[in-house]
């Protein structure tokens, strides 16, 4: 399966932005897909995830209420969108997927985006 991100970009604090995730390949990879993030000098962290099959989400503590992941089935897209982005969202994000079922399971994730950066200042 291939994923690439788009959507990345620079702005304000209190700005939003829209990521995408466009995924190629087979889909039976994709059953879980999601964002993670990766600021300079620290750990990737998982940022939201969602079963395709299902529908739930899930998101990481620091985004909880900010940050939305949706699947756009029939246009092979996951999106993230980001509302009340701060300083501290900055980082490259990348699109993950992995073909279980524990899509909250953040260390399952094996494909990947190449990334999207996105800087808020």
């Known amino acids: 399966v291939q994923l690439v991100e788009s959507g990345g970009g620079s702005v304000r604090a209190g700005g939003s932005l829209r990521l995408s995730c466009t995924i190629s390949?087979?889909?039976?990879?994709?059953?879980?897909m999601s964002w993670f993030r990766q600021a300079p000098g620290k750990e990737r962290e998982g940022v939201a995830a969602?079963?395709?099959?299902?529908?739930?989400?899930y998101y990481g503590n620091s985004v909880v209420g900010r940050f939305i992941i949706s699947l756009d089935s029939t246009k092979n897209t996951v999106y993230l969108q980001m509302y009340g982005l701060k300083p501290e969202d900055t980082g490259m994000y990348f699109c993950?997927?992995?073909?279980?079922?524990?899509?909250?399971?953040?260390?399952?994730?094996?494909?990947w985006g190449q990334g999207t950066q996105v800087t808020v200042s």
């Open positions: 969602v079963y395709t099959e299902g529908g739930a989400r």
């Open positions: 390949g087979n889909s039976y990879t994709s059953n879980c």
């Open positions: 993950a997927s992995h073909s279980g079922t524990l899509c909250s399971s953040w260390t399952r994730y094996s494909n």
